[in-house]
C-alpha cells in the first residue's frame, strides 16, 4: 500500500529534550516536505526537500532541522523544543508532477 | 500580510444545498492550486487541482481567477459526508506550498 508513515503518532515531552518525527514514504517520491498545523494559523510549511541531500526553509524553519539521506526517509529534528512547537506536524511527499501531495497521519507533540 | 486567506467559516447547511467556498492568493506568480479536504485530526488529502478553465469532479467544481486572485470551490447537492474543513494551496515554484486556515463545513440532515 502506498503511503507516508511517521513516527511517533504522539509525543509529550519536556522543553530543551531533543527528539526526532521520523517520516517515510514508499512511493519512490523526489520531493519531501514538513508542516506544522496550529488552529487560526493552518498548515505552514517548515522545510522541504527536493531530493537526496537537497533541503530548503520553508515558512517556519526556526528551531527545526531535517536531513535528506535516503530518498524514502525524511527526519525532522528539533534540537531544543520549546512550548511554542507544540502543534500537529504532519509529513508530506509527492512524485514529478506538482498535483498530489500525499500526507502521513500527523504526529502531535505537545512541549512542556 | 498572508499568502492564502480563506474564510474560517463554519458553514452550516442542510443536505442537498450548495455551498461555496473562496479563497484569495497574494502572489500573482503563483502557478498551481488545489482544493484539499480534512477530517478532524486526519491528515489533508487532496480533492482536486485547480485549472484556469475550472474543472468539474461529479459535485464539486473549482475554479480560477486570475484577474483577481482567487480560487473557489463549489460542491452541490451536499451530503452528510461532505462534512470536513476544505483546505485550498498554491504554490508558485512547486516547491513551496502555502495553505489557507481551512473553511468548516457541517452539511445538516
Known amino acids: 500500500e502506498a503511503q507516508v508513515t511517521q513516527n511517533p503518532r504522539y509525543l509529550i515531552t519536556v522543553t530543551g529534550k531533543k527528539l526526532t518525527v521520523t517520516c517515510s514514504q514508499n512511493?519512490?517520491?523526489?520531493?519531501m516536505s514538513w508542516y506544522r498545523q496550529d488552529p487560526g494559523l493552518g498548515l505552514r510549511q517548515i522545510y522541504y526537500?527536493?531530493?537526496?541531500?537537497?533541503?530548503d526553509k520553508g515558512d517556519v524553519p526556526e528551531g527545526y532541522k531535517v536531513s535528506r539521506k535516503e530518498k524514502r526517509n525524511f527526519p525532522l529534528i528539533l534540537e531544543s523544543p520549546s512550548p511554542n512547537q507544540t502543534s500537529l506536524y504532519f509529513c508530506?511527499?509527492?512524485?514529478?508532477?506538482?498535483?498530489?501531495?500525499?500526507f502521513g497521519p500527523g504526529t502531535r507533540l505537545t512541549v512542556l | 500580510r498572508k499568502e492564502v486567506e480563506q474564510d474560517p467559516g463554519p458553514f452550516n447547511v442542510p443536505e442537498g444545498a450548495t455551498v461555496a467556498f473562496n479563497c484569495t492568493y497574494s502572489?500573482?506568480?503563483?502557478?498551481?492550486f488545489f482544493w484539499y479536504r480534512q477530517d478532524c485530526r486526519k491528515e489533508p488529502k487532496l480533492l482536486m487541482s485547480?485549472?484556469?478553465s475550472g474543472n468539474e469532479d461529479g459535485r464539486f467544481t473549482a475554479q480560477l481567477n486570475r484577474a483577481s486572485q482567487y480560487i473557489s470551490l463549489l460542491i452541490r447537492d451536499s451530503k452528510l459526508s461532505d462534512s470536513a474543513t476544505y483546505l485550498c494551496?498554491?504554490?508558485?515554484?512547486?516547491?513551496?506550498?502555502?495553505f489557507g486556515t481551512g473553511t468548516s463545513l457541517t452539511v445538516i440532515p
Open positions: 512511493m519512490n517520491h523526489e520531493y
Open positions: 485547480v485549472y484556469s
Open positions: 494551496a498554491v504554490t508558485f515554484t512547486g516547491n513551496q506550498f502555502y
Open positions: 502572489n500573482s506568480a503563483s502557478q498551481s
Open positions: 508530506a511527499s509527492r512524485g514529478s508532477s506538482y498535483n498530489e501531495q500525499f
Open positions: 526537500s527536493m531530493n537526496v541531500e537537497v533541503t
